[in-house]
């Protein structure tokens, strides 16, 4: 397996920095410059419902449900020939959103 045939997976509502790797697993819209950047999959980040345990079976399917598209990404990948590297997952945005 090269290099090219590796990813990082991001999810959407991201944004995990301004370099030309962070952008690519960042959501499209943290890159509003316009930079160069892989074209890496984003996954869906769950949408919790809060308060948290009044809400726990919404959460949890909700949680599952994100699991799932993951685990898709990297199947798909696979299938491709290729692998997932890395999956950078960052709860709490550094820039405000």
Not at 6 to 23: E, I, K, P, Y
Not at 61 to 84: D, H, L, T, Y
Request: aromatic letters at 6%; one cysteine or more.
């Amino acid at each position: 397996m090269t290099v090219g045939q590796l990813c990082v997976v991001g999810f959407d509502n991201s944004h995990h920095g301004s370099t030309t790797a962070t952008l690519s697993c960042s959501a499209t819209e943290a890159n509003v410059a316009g930079l160069p950047a892989f074209p890496w999959p984003k996954a869906e980040y769950p949408q919790l419902k809060y308060p948290l345990a009044q809400n726990e079976p919404a959460n949890t399917e909700e949680e599952n449900r994100c699991v799932a598209g993951v685990q898709k990404i990297i199947e798909a990948k696979r299938a491709e020939g290729g692998a997932v590297g890395a999956i950078i997952v960052e709860p709490i945005s550094s820039i405000g959103n």
